[in-house]
């Protein structure tokens, strides 16, 4: 049975004060707070196997590697991807985002089209803007409307036969919108496009099948499923892994080095050079098996039902308007009130104890179609309440009555 007050005390950080406030944490979308489990696990590691990996007879080491490879394989069974050496773990989505740019370089050429969507986060966006400029391939953007979701009619018409790749994200981290990405997906095979779908704000909600998508790439960061900063995962069809160059050189990820040839390890060790984030990976794994045992579908209706209840209490107030009303989306609302700016809004309320994030997003694109120079957005955990969100609705008035 889901119970957010038992839940909640997992969660050291929430019982903190911020301006003599107690915190209300609407921030997730940055970045999700981190429970005792995996806090505990990061000690753990620290305390009793801190050694390097793949590299030591010894028995710290081998005890350090095989954790690091058993998180592989809980991340593996996760996103249900066939084989383990089809996670490769990086330092975040945007590290996967690059390594999988990168390595199309010598793939592409001029003429070739590489498709994104109007909604996608930054990181989604300059890799691929890169991507062109080494190589002459041309960008296309899918459009977006007014509820903040894709104009899908217009991908429809993009995709040709020089489409190579599309990128698309499953949710986008300023409105919260749910792409239909199975759709996106199945249309770019039918052109012969890889797809890569980053998977930054999918995974604290929802629990991907990438087998079932039939995704060439999905990407995701630890940090915004309760795992720590500076680890993340890039999932790849085996073919395509195989096919790509490596991303950086270094140890590890060789066979064999000479000063007339250096051969590559095998997957997933050829793009994974240097000592990794190795912590990071384990407890990467302890974040999905907390996630795990709440359970996704759990999750995902508590949500929805904060979802519905913030956005109903703040439409009341007047003068609020809310950017991204898809029907299909999670638990992020972007809104601004009147004509004030979003980062008074912000600052008003975080003297109040409540963190919400102010600006652009990382997604200038959405702000600039609705001609806006940022919104406030809060973002709701499973471990937030309605109470909390009836303190955010009091918080706003209160910013109104100061600011208009
Ligand atoms: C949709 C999306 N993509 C990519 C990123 C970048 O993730 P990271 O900073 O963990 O690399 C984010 C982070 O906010 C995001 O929301």
């Not at 609302?333 to 309320?349: A, K, M, R």
């Amino acid at each position: 049975m889901f119970n957010v007050q038992d839940i909640r005390k997992d969660f050291p950080i929430l019982s903190r004060k911020v301006n003599g406030k107690s915190l209300v944490y609407f921030d997730n979308a940055a970045t999700s707070q981190t429970p005792q489990q995996v806090i505990d696990a990061i000690i753990d590691y620290y305390a009793n196997y801190n050694a390097n990996i793949h590299r030591g007879v010894h028995t710290l080491s081998q005890e350090a590697t095989d954790l690091y490879e058993q998180a592989r394989q809980k991340i593996q069974a996760h996103f249900n991807a066939k084989f383990s050496h089809e996670i490769i773990l990086t330092s975040g989505t945007t590290d996967s985002i690059n390594l999988v740019a990168n390595g199309f370089s010598s793939l592409l050429k001029k003429g070739d089209e590489i498709i994104v969507s109007a909604l996608e986060h930054h990181s989604n966006i300059v890799p691929w803007q890169m991507l062109c400029e080494r190589t002459g391939a041309s960008l296309k953007v899918i459009p977006m409307n007014e509820e903040g979701e894709l104009v899908i009619t217009d991908f429809d018409n993009l995709l040709s036969k020089n489409t190579k790749l599309v990128f698309v994200n499953h949710i986008s981290n300023a409105l919260g919108t749910i792409n239909p990405i199975k759709y996106i997906i199945d249309k770019a095979h039918q052109v012969g496009a890889a797809v890569l779908i980053d998977g930054a704000q999918a995974c604290p909600h929802i629990k991907p099948d990438v087998q079932a998508l039939d995704v060439d790439f999905y990407v995701a960061s630890a940090h915004k499923m309760c795992g720590p900063t500076g680890v993340g995962m890039l999932y790849g069809k085996e073919d395509w892994l195989n096919k790509l160059p490596p991303y950086q050189g270094g140890g590890e990820m060789i066979a064999e080095v000479t000063f007339e040839k250096t051969t590559y390890a095998d997957l997933p060790h050829k793009f994974e050079a240097g000592t990794p984030n190795i912590a990071g990976g384990i407890v990467f794994g302890a974040a999905i098996d907390y996630m795990n045992r709440i359970g996704f579908d759990a999750i995902a209706a508590y949500e929805n039902d904060l979802l519905n209840y913030a956005t109903e209490k703040l439409l009341a107030i007047d003068g609020l308007k809310i950017y991204g009303t898809s029907k299909n989306k999670t638990s992020v609302i972007s809104f601004n009130l009147e004509d004030i700016h979003p980062y008074d809004v912000g600052t008003i309320l975080d003297k109040l104890g409540i963190a919400v994030r102010t600006g652009h997003h990382c997604a200038q694109p959405i702000m600039d179609f609705y001609c806006i120079p940022g919104t406030v957005r809060a973002s709701f955990s499973f471990y937030n309440t309605k109470e909390e969100i009836d303190t955010l609705v009091e918080g706003v008035k209160k910013a109104k009555m100061m600011l208009s």
